[in-house]
């Protein structure tokens, strides 16, 4: 007795590794994904932000301030000469 067995479904030998039923092309739905940030975390970030350049910034040197002072506070220090280097200053650190 003898038992024969049919195909099911056809291969094609020219291509290799291609499986009956197999599509040509893969078509894949992507699904993208999304990020939504409330207002408070953008409120908390901004406050992490100027915190972190405030304490990136110089510190104040208490002995500056002090002789600053006393100059301020010296009669003959300011004259036209110092106003003036002074509004500069002003003017280029405000317009740059």
Same mark, same amino acid.
């Given at each position: 007795?003898?038992?024969?067995?049919?195909?099911?479904?056809? #291969?094609?030998?020219?291509?290799?590794?291609?499986?009956?039923?197999? /599509?040509?092309? +893969?078509? @894949?739905? !992507?699904?993208?994904?999304?990020?939504?940030?409330?207002?408070?975390?953008?409120?908390?970030?901004?406050?992490?932000? #100027?915190?972190?350049?405030?304490?990136?910034?110089?510190?104040?040197? /208490?002995?500056? +301030?002090? @002789?600053? !002072?006393?100059?301020?506070?010296?009669?003959?220090?300011?004259?036209?000469?110092?106003?003036?280097?002074?509004?500069?200053?002003?003017?280029?650190?405000?317009?740059?």
């Amino acid at each position: 007795m003898s038992m024969t067995i049919d195909r099911i479904g056809s #291969i094609d030998p020219i291509q290799p590794g291609k499986k009956p039923g197999q /599509a040509n092309q +893969v078509s @894949e739905t !992507r699904k993208s994904d999304s990020v939504s940030i409330s207002s408070e975390a953008h409120e908390k970030a901004e406050l992490f932000r #100027i915190q972190e350049l405030a304490a990136a910034a110089p510190e104040t040197r /208490a002995d500056r +301030v002090a @002789e600053l !002072r006393e100059k301020i506070n010296d009669p003959s220090y300011i004259n036209d000469k110092i106003i003036n280097a002074t509004a500069d200053k002003l003017i280029d650190a405000l317009f740059g």
